[in-house]
Structures are given as structure tokens and as C-alpha cells.
């Protein structure tokens, strides 16, 4: 295996600091085009208007948009490049770094565990993990500068990894005490696998007490962990056999396919200044660990996919967890997972207009103008992809980009505005 020797950690903080005319957007097919409502028609027409304006703005360089209605497809658009410098164009063929978007693949994969009777949700994670049997809360620091630890109230519960309520943290998308500490034991290293993540991170202070607050955390690379004390395969293994296969994801994995490297679409940032192009130059790790094997499987960050592939997990989700005849979850599991896990606890970063299931975020009826459907459930990725289910109008929505940043112009918000051009409240 070749050596990763940068960090995790020195991706994301590089990344979350701060052209070439793309091509027009392709055409649906006549067989598409054909078969589509005056609705689908007039939903096609905004979302041709609202990729146009990305190329307008010239605020990215390319990007793919897949929409399934009813279990049809009824929007495919495209414009750009996945590769400006290289005027390679950007296609369903292109593959992507998805990010974060690998939780909730993770999150079905262990409720498939669950399932098979492996464990309870309120099982604590000490049980199969032993390293977090000595877990302490930081509770600030003496007179000599040394960290104050205090006992836990309750052990962390696999239930607490799953809604981000373990009191873990991320160690990048913020700067407590808690983060600094995993920063300097450079806790998310590429070199490292995932048994000595899980040994790591068990020696680290938690910043809250477990269930008192939401907080975005390492949490689904220890669910990535437990799938491999409890199956006995490494998480990689396990999703290819029990997801990535049966779903026919031919493109989704922790590393790209031999041969299928130029399709890996280049990452850019999004800054003041422009669209900038990131590489392996340190601290960015832009290319190498997809393109190598890595001793780290991240089940919280580290998938490549096609927007076609992820399209066929997220139809699987719509379908209740079945898709071609192949059974990946229970309804009723999925049902747990897609509904509010909170309760009456903190919920901070997450607001008024969300709430957290297992593994996925919630829309509930909120009042920041967002227009994507009370009830329907989702998740997004660093470098601006985007997933949700819709059950209420049986309408499934991927986004594909690879720009980091893109939140600052409200990406996510105007796709969802140009599919619901009226709010629903």
C-alpha cells in the first residue's frame, strides 16, 4: 500500500480557508424529452436556466445535474469542464470526490448490521470498541494551562454516533480546545487505518456530554470502524459487497478503478478572487488518496462516485430500500432512520429549518425561504454535491460538482428554488 503522507486534516483546513467559458448544458435525449409532463417540461426549462446562470457567472467550471420523478428520469443537464486546464468536459462519465455524501451510504450499512441483530442502538459504543472505554468531557483548563477532564454522565451510544450527538468534533470546522487537540494528534492521517483512528480518537476528550447537543463530527468514521468489528471485513470490503454490488454502483469506492483515473474530475476552491485550482501541492490532498489505496477508509468523507451511481443509492432510498429487485434496508429501518432523532436536545448548528435522523438531515417547516419539501431528507458534500429524497412529490435530486466554497453562493438554495419555484411553508 502506497504511504499517504499528508493528513486529512491538512485538506480540509486548506480547503474551508478563505475561465475558460464552460460548454452549454447537454441535451436531454428525444426519448426523455418525449415522455416528460408540462410539469417535468417546465421544471426542465428552470433547471436548464439555473446551470446557465452557474456558466454565466463563471463561478464554476462544471457541473451535472440528475432528477428521477415517479422512478423516471426527467432532468439530465450538464455544462462545463471536470477539467478547465484540460478542457476535459464534464459528463455522467465523470467521477467525483462526494465527501460527506459518504455518510449516509455509511449510515445504511451499519443499520444493515442492525438488521442482523449485530447490536442495539443504544447500545454504548465501549462495547465493541473498547477504546472509548475511559472516555472524559473537556471542561476547560487549571491555573497551568492543563485540560480539565470530567466523567461522562452516560456512555456514548452507537445511537449518539449516528444523530451527531456523540460530543465529538471534527478538529477543522472549528477551533475549540477539543479541535486543537485532534489537529495536533493528527488524529484523521491518511497513513493510518481505521482501527488506529478508532485507538486514537478513544484517548481524546469529547466537547460535550453525549445527547445534550448536535454537533458535526468524526462520529460515521467510528461507524465506518464498528462495521469492521462487527463484520470482520474492512469497511471498504463490506460496502462493495452488501451496497456497492447489489446496487450495480460499478463507479463508487474508496479509490478510483485502475484505468478510470482521467475520469476524476479536478477540484477547485471558490475564493474572493476566483475559481482556483487545487492539487497534491501541501498541504492539498486533491488527488492522491483517491487515486491510491489509502490505510484510511473514511466512512464519513472519503467515497468517489458518478452522479448515476449515487442517483441508483438514492432511488433505493425512494423505493424504501429496495431498487432492481435487490433488498438493502427494511422500510421500517429506513423510517427510523429518516425521522427526528433530537428530542429535546441542543440543536445548534442545525436551526429551525432542519432536524436529524440517523445518518441523514431532515427538511421540517422552516422559515429560511430554502423551497425543498417539508419531510424530505438529505445530505451534501464538501465539494458541493448535493443529494435529496423527496416523498412527498416521489422526486429524487444529485447534484455533481467539484467545487469547494460553493456555499457561498447559496448553490444548494438556488437548484432547490429552481425545482420549487414556490416555497413550501
Known sequence: MRTIKFTLFALLSALLVSCTAPAQPEAKTEAVQAALSKEDLARAERLDAFLASLKAEGIMPGASMLVYR????????????????????????????????SKPITGVALMMMFEDGKFALDDPIAKYMPEYSNLKVYAGEDENGAP???????????????????????????????????????????????AAFSQGLGKAPL?????????????????????????GQSLG????????????????????????????????????????????????????????????????????????????FALMLQNEGTLDGARIIKPETLALMTSDQMSDIERGELGAAQTFGLDFAIRTKGTDGLAVPPGSFYWGGMAGT??????????????FDQVVGSGAIKLRDRMANALFPVPTE
Request: glycine share 10%; no cysteine; charged share 25%.
Open 70 to 101: 415517479q422512478g423516471r428520469e426527467v432532468y439530465f443537464g450538464a455544462f462545463g469542464d471536470q477539467d478547465r486546464e484540460a478542457a476535459t468536459p464534464f459528463t455522467r462519465q465523470t467521477i467525483g470526490r462526494i465527501y460527506s455524501m
Open 237 to 312: 470490503e463490506y460496502l462493495q459487497s452488501r451496497i456497492f454490488a447489489p446496487l450495480a454502483m460499478k463507479d463508487t469506492g474508496f479509490t478510483v478503478r485502475d484505468g478510470e483515473q482521467g475520469r476524476l474530475g479536478a477540484l477547485y476552491q471558490l475564493t474572493k478572487e476566483g475559481i482556483k485550482h487545487l492539487d497534491d501541492t501541501p498541504p492539498f490532498l486533491a488527488d492522491q488518496p483517491f487515486l491510491t489505496d489509502m490505510a484510511f477508509e473514511s466512512g464519513g468523507g472519503g467515497l468517489v462516485s458518478t452522479i448515476d451511481d449515487y442517483m441508483r
Open 148 to 194: 480539565v477532564l470530567q466523567d461522562l454522565v452516560r456512555p456514548v451510544t452507537i445511537r449518539d454516533l449516528m444523530r451527531h450527538t456523540a460530543g465529538m468534533t471534527y478538529g477543522v470546522f472549528g477551533d475549540t480546545p477539543v479541535d486543537r487537540i485532534y489537529r495536533k494528534e493528527n488524529l484523521l492521517s491518511y497513513d493510518a487505518d481505521n
Open 207 to 231: 466537547l460535550y456530554q453525549p445527547g445534550t447537543h448536535w454537533h458535526y463530527s468524526v462520529a460515521v468514521d467510528v461507524q465506518g470502524r464498528l462495521i469492521e468489528v462487527l463484520s
Open 386 to 399: 448535493y443529494f435529496f429524497v423527496d416523498p412527498t412529490n416521489d422526486m429524487t435530486v444529485v447534484l
